[in-house]
């Protein structure tokens, strides 16, 4: 009986090296299958369905920068983009990101060095913590047009 091998940093040339460095994103995949699933069939487009509501919205009264992201998911697999945009215009763009950022990261995986993504940039963080404060701050403004923000 043989050691179990370890993903090393290390080429994936055999089937077997290729399966063990894709794992980690296969299971990434899968589990964006499975909530995927919910919010089709939950379908957060219309009121009193199985899925959960907004606790800043619930509590509070206002919508959070993420406030909309199951209504946009739902709306983007429906290939609605427009109302995609509508629920939430951020979290649309991070989809992208997150889609570029796990294609270098599976790449990576498999040529065993990382890839370079919107990830290892040296203002990510200050980008990303400034567009996050702008959005909870401008889609919660109670004056035209910022109103339209509100879902």
């Known amino acids: 009986m043989t050691a179990p091998t370890v993903y090393t940093g290390i080429p ?3 089937a077997k090296e290729k399966l063990r460095a894709l794992a ?5 995949v899968a589990g964006l ?3 995927s699933v919910a ?3 939950g379908d957060p487009t219309t009121p009193g369905g199985f899925l959960p509501l907004c606790p800043t919205k619930a509590l509070l009264g206002i919508d959070c920068p993420g406030c909309g992201g ?13 109302a995609a945009l509508h ?6 763009v991070f989809v992208f ?3 570029w950022s796990m294609a270098a990261w599976t790449l990576g995986r498999l040529r065993g060095r990382a890839m370079n993504s919107w990830l290892h940039w040296r203002w990510t963080p200050l980008v990303f913590s400034v567009v996050f404060v702008v959005w909870f701050v401008v889609r919660n403004l109670p004056f035209a ?7």
């Open 12 to 14: 994936a040339r055999g």
């Open 24 to 28: 980690p994103p296969l299971a990434v």
């Open 33 to 35: 299958g499975v909530c």
């Open 39 to 41: 919010v089709w069939v």
């Open 70 to 82: 199951m209504r946009m998911a739902y709306s983007l697999m429906h290939g609605n983009i427009p």
């Open 87 to 92: 629920y939430n215009a951020v979290s649309f």
């Open 97 to 99: 990101l997150f889609v």
């Open 145 to 151: 047009p910022f109103t339209g923000l509100r879902v």
